[in-house]
T-cell receptor, first 113, second 112 residues
Framework: DAGVIQSPRHEVTEMGQEVTLRCKPI?????LFWYRQTMMRGLELLIY????????DSGMPEDRFSAKMPNASFSTLKIQPSEPRDSAVYFC???????????FGPGTRLTVL | GQQLNQSPQSMFIQEGEDVSMNCTSS?????WLWYKQDPGEGPVLLIA?????ELTSNGRLTAQFGITRKDSFLNISASIPSDVGIYFC????????????FGEGTQLTVNP
């Protein structure tokens, strides 16, 4: 079975550019989570969706970050404009609504120059 | 908010040794999860615990949900080189909905 799929795996961009990260959750999972991982701050939850509806976006750093989930099989995390401090690994995870067990994708390593 | 303290931060052991790491919380958790992360990959779920006092094994891994519901430990027996990685605990509280709180991680190095 396919796990959580993320693209791209690596992204290098220049400050001020728009960045879009993509995620396909495990089929049948109805909760989706976006995390950011850095050495300094560890794993931080940015936002999560239940049944395609954003439930908690309190972890989104600022208005430059936005996330959408137009359907059960696709989500995007957009950063516009990007800044060097946004450099991190961004993970998407999914789970069943009734379960605590979250399954992570391989991550997108973002570097903003 | 909820906080998780994970210790130790890092461990350097010889192949064949047993390993123990733990997490403590400032508040009660309903669920404890243990993940392992290899370099360049996402965290992989190892063990999930749902009841206070629960002891669960997965091969050479054993984890327990503390009786107070504020702590959990993970043991690895007879370590092998492929156990190298970062181990994270994660907990879900009574009022956190689907949100997990993650520990800071334990970096494990196994010398052959």
């Amino acid at each position: 079975d396919a796990g959580v799929i993320q693209s791209p795996r690596h992204e290098v961009t220049e400050m001020g550019q728009e960045v879009t990260l993509r995620c396909k959750p495990i089929s049948g999972h109805n909760s989706l989570f976006w995390y950011r991982q850095t050495m300094m701050r560890g794993l931080e939850l940015l936002i999560y969706f239940n049944n395609n509806v954003p439930i908690d976006d309190s972890g989104m750093p600022e208005d430059r970050f936005s996330a959408k989930m137009p359907n059960a099989s696709f989500s995007t995390l957009k950063i516009q404009p990007s800044e060097p401090r946004d450099s991190a690994v961004y993970f998407c995870a999914s789970s069943l609504l009734v379960s605590s067990e979250q399954f992570f994708g391989p991550g997108t390593r973002l570097t903003v120059l | 908010g909820q906080q998780l303290n994970q210790s130790p931060q890092s461990m350097f052991i010889q192949e064949g040794e047993d390993v123990s790491m733990n997490c403590t919380s400032s508040s009660i958790f309903n669920t404890w999860l243990w993940y392992k992360q290899d370099p360049g990959e996402g965290p992989v779920l190892l063990i999930a615990l749902y009841k206070a006092g629960e002891l669960t094994s997965n091969g050479r891994l054993t984890a327990q949900f503390g009786i107070t519901r504020k702590d959990s430990f993970l043991n690895i027996s007879a370590s092998i080189p492929s156990d190298v990685g970062i181990y994270f605990c994660a907990g879900q509280g009574e009022t956190s909905g689907s949100r997990l709180t993650f520990g800071e991680g334990t970096q494990l190095t196994v010398n052959p």
